[in-house]
């Protein structure tokens, strides 16, 4: 069966801001109940997890899938700092440029992650086609990945509704990008 993660990742989060940005999202979470204030071993990483509060049921699509009340790994991880958040399963099909759409699949998108995670200002991608430079961070990946400073990893929910996501990017006033995959 597998586990599975959908990651609600903030963009355009400035080190800076990091902080206090995760505090907001995870004290309004905490204070809506979508998530408990304490912490357990409920995740897939070596951090401890959130569990879920008693009003779940109001951000997700399909509340009647209750299961993963009973597993073991049902919690949020707030992964802060530098990461990349990844679907799972085969490679790439598209690497688009963020100003002409153009597929860049052929870069090479490992080395780029690797040169973010250690820097961001030296990992940037020249288009093939509009010949525009922008950080790799900013291309967008088919299946979705993305590269941020901050993402709610939740282990094993079920699907988020797409207000719950409009409300946090109220909340915060960055754009999110929903990374799913299974183990």
Known sequence: MGD???DIVFKDVKEDELEEMAQKIFQYLVGRR?????KLDNVLSD?????PGENWREVVAFPEEKHFLELRTNGLEIRKG??????DGSGFEKIACPHCGENNLGCDWSELFGNWMEDPQSANLVCIS???S??????IFEPTWALSNLGFVFWNWPIFNRSFIRELEQLTAKPILMVKGKL
């Open 82 to 87: 530098r990461t990349v958040f990844w679907a």
């Open 130 to 132: 509009c010949h525009t």
């Open 134 to 139: 922008s950080s790799i961070s900013d291309y």
């Open 34 to 38: 979508i998530i408990q204030d304490k």
């Open 47 to 51: 951090s401890m997890g959130h569990p």
């Open 4 to 6: 599975w993660h959908q």
